[in-house]
């Protein structure tokens, strides 16, 4: 009896020493699994550093999800008909990741660089100075002709002008040049100094004499170019102004209450004859007498075209008693009224004011 009770006591022992082994031992497994699933798939405190994008982002991968499931009663009915070890069972449920469609490429914007092939406009001065270079030209191959022949030849510069069809525009550069080249040779002949002698040596005196006098026939010429332009140039057309706008400036009297008297309006004045004045201040009346038939013009203030001979003001004693006659007076009998009063005459400067009155006009 003993031996068997120590037996059964020796198996109890020995049956709950192993399963205290085998607990031990499943949980060190079970725990060392939880960890290395942690590790692998997410459980680490760093982050993992991002990758270099170069060209296109990779599409995201998709969560992988990991199902540990331990049954501790199979491990218990492994345990007991096995007598140990631990089944670990993982499902992996992997879900495919969603793609991400690429963008189109944006066109790319192509630059046309459009050529500049206008040519430089040519202006009206850069014709004008061209052709009286090309005369320029041509009269110093006649000059160059003209001393080649010993002075013989007869040299005609108007004869090139005319050819080239030069106009008045061009003299201006050509007179120029002929004053530069007879500056130059006249300096040769009246100075002193033996070196300019010396390098225009091959002229004598009446050689350069010659040469002077060509340079002054080409001023001459091209003087007579100038002269046939303005001759045949068409007169300026002047604008006509009307009476209103010529007279326009002039501020004169409108009306003296004092003798009853009213202006004639200043715009009469264009064309007409013979005007009266009468200075309110001065009591002076004074007459104009146009100079010729086209009768009298405004510039400004003052009355133009008059005759300064003829024209002349005198002081009235008795304007009350003269300005009537002048009012009421035919041609003949105003000829003749300034002689009638007995003042000193003076000359009349064709200026206008305001202490001036408009007495009468005749056309």
């Keep these: 009896m003993s031996e068997e009770q120590t037996q059964e006591t020796n198996d109890g022992t020995w049956s709950g020493l192993k399963k205290t082994i085998v607990g031990t031992l499943t949980t060190v497994i079970a725990g060392g699994g939880v960890w ?17 994008k170069t060209e296109q982002a990779a599409p995201a991968q998709a969560p992988v999800i990991v199902n540990v499931q331990q049954n501790q009663e199979n491990k218990q009915k492994t345990e007991n008909n096995n007598g140990g070890g631990t089944v670990v069972r993982e499902k992996i449920i992997e879900k495919p990741a969603q793609q991400t469609q ?41 000059f160059d002709d003209y001393v080649l022949s010993g002075f013989k030849t007869d040299v005609s510069p108007f004869a090139v002008m005319h050819t080239l069809n030069i106009k008045g525009v061009h003299v201006g550069r050509i007179v120029d040049f002929a004053k530069s080249r007879r500056s130059e040779f006249d300096e040769v002949l009246n100075t002193d100094d033996k070196e300019l002698k010396e390098a225009y040596s091959n002229f004598t005196k009446p050689q350069l004499k010659k040469i002077i006098g060509w340079c002054d026939q080409v001023i001459l010429d091209a003087q007579k170019v100038m002269g046939e332009a303005q001759q045949n140039r068409k007169p300026r057309k002047r604008k006509q102004k009307s009476a209103e706008e010529l007279v326009a400036k002039i501020k004169v009297l409108a009306k003296y209450d004092d003798l009853k008297l009213v202006g004639v309006p200043t715009k009469d004045i264009i064309g007409a004859l ?56 035919g041609k003949v009998a105003l000829r003749n009224l300034l002689d009638g009063v007995k003042a000193v005459e003076a000359p009349l400067t064709g200026r206008l004011n305001s202490d001036t009155i408009l007495v009468r006009i005749l056309k």
Excluded at 286 to 304: E, L, P, Q, R
Excluded at 306 to 324: A, D, G, H, M, Y
């Design 36 to 52: 290395m699933s942690t590790l692998l798939f997410g459980g680490s405190d760093e982050e993992p550093k991002e990758e270099t």
């Design 102 to 142: 690429p963008q189109p490429e944006k066109p790319k914007k192509v630059e046309v660089v459009k050529e500049d092939s206008a040519q430089p406009t040519v202006t009206i001065q850069d014709r004008i100075r061209e052709k009286a270079h090309e005369c320029i030209g041509e009269l110093e191959g006649q």
């Design 274 to 329: 013979q005007i009266w004045v009468y200075n309110v201040k001065q009591r002076k009346l004074g007459c104009y007498h146009a100079d010729d038939a086209g009768g009298f013009s405004v510039k400004g203030t003052t009355i133009t075209n008059f005759s300064e001979s003829k024209s002349i003001q005198k002081r009235l004693r008795k304007p009350e008693v003269t300005l009537p006659e002048v009012l009421k007076g």
